[in-house]
């Protein structure tokens, strides 16, 4: 990174190289979300990682807030401040010339009004969409993280694609008999607060997933893993958009203690043999405003 540029600050200036523009990525990432072509993100964690995937053939890059945090050395849950996960988003949003979503898990602050900060953050950093999460606390909290998030975006003139994560059935919250209409119920206050998606993941449920798509007034994205149904299948259930979430993250960790295991173990690095050639991840990084 030049002077000049740590001198206008990292995020103002890492999105100052963005050759596509906010407005155009925003209108492309909205358009995206269709049941008959369902988005599917494979979560980023940073720049290699991002770019590995775009020239995998991404329509948009997501990224994974535990990816970015086990990156840096943090664990997944709030331990990571800010100002590291704004840096990220900047940094893979000026690397790709897709739209980027990103992940910010219940908004990095202690309320709505923190909320906002970080969401001009996100935006100042090139991203169009954000997911916000609402884990344990009450809905009503969430709805509120959602309106300033709006308004937020509204604030800086800018189009963001806000998807609210219901975390009901990723953490197994309540009844199950009763789940999936409170999921329902928590879904509709998002809706009213702004939200322009509605993400649970942790269901993979044929009859679930088409009875949350029918009632849910706006594009459903769930994630997917081993042993859920294919993209296609869930289009066709009416889900428009499909993570997967930490997974690719968790695979590439699993294939460094795979190779790592085998060497220490037997002396041999076979496990690595699918691995990309070093030009090739070399060659995704190596355009001049990447450095």
């Not at 269709?34 to 979560?43: E, F, G, H, R, S």
């Not at 001009?120 to 959602?146: C, F, K, S």
């Not at 706006?218 to 296609?232: E, F, I």
């Amino acid at each position: 990174m030049s002077d000049s540029c740590q001198k206008a600050g990292r995020v103002r200036c890492l999105t100052a190289v963005m050759t596509h523009t906010h407005a155009a990525d925003a209108r492309l990432f909205r358009s995206l979300h269709t049941p008959a072509a369902p988005l599917a993100l494979a979560n980023a964690w940073d720049v290699a990682s991002a770019l590995v995937v775009e020239a995998a053939g991404a329509r948009a890059i997501a990224t994974t807030s535990a990816g970015v945090s086990w990156a840096l050395g943090a664990p997944d849950g709030g331990a990571l401040t800010r100002e590291r996960a704004l840096e990220v988003i900047a940094r893979i949003a000026a690397a790709v010339t897709v739209p980027v979503t990103a992940d910010i898990e219940d908004g990095y602050g202690a309320d709505a009004a923190a909320v906002a900060e970080t969401v001009a953050g996100v935006i100042e950093a090139g991203a169009v969409g954000v997911n916000i999460e609402d884990g344990t606390r009450p809905p009503a909290e969430l709805a509120a993280r959602l309106g300033a998030a709006r308004r937020s975006a509204e604030r800086a003139g800018a189009d963001l694609f806000l998807n609210a994560r219901v975390d009901t059935y990723l953490l197994g919250l309540g009844d199950p008999e009763t789940r999936l209409e409170e999921t329902l119920t928590r879904a509709r206050l998002y809706v009213e607060a702004g939200a322009d998606g509605v993400f649970v993941p942790g269901v993979t449920d044929p009859a679930t997933l088409k009875a949350l798509a029918e009632d849910i007034a706006v594009p459903l994205n769930v994630m997917a893993g081993p042993g859920a149904p294919s993209v296609d299948e869930l289009g066709t259930l009416g889900v428009a958009r499909v993570s997967l979430g930490p997974g690719v993250a968790l695979a590439a960790y699993g294939a460094a203690r795979r190779a790592a295991r085998e060497l220490f173990e037997s002396g041999t690095v076979t496990s690595a043999a699918d691995a990309l050639s070093f030009a090739e991840l070399d060659g995704l990084l190596a355009g001049p405003e990447r450095r």
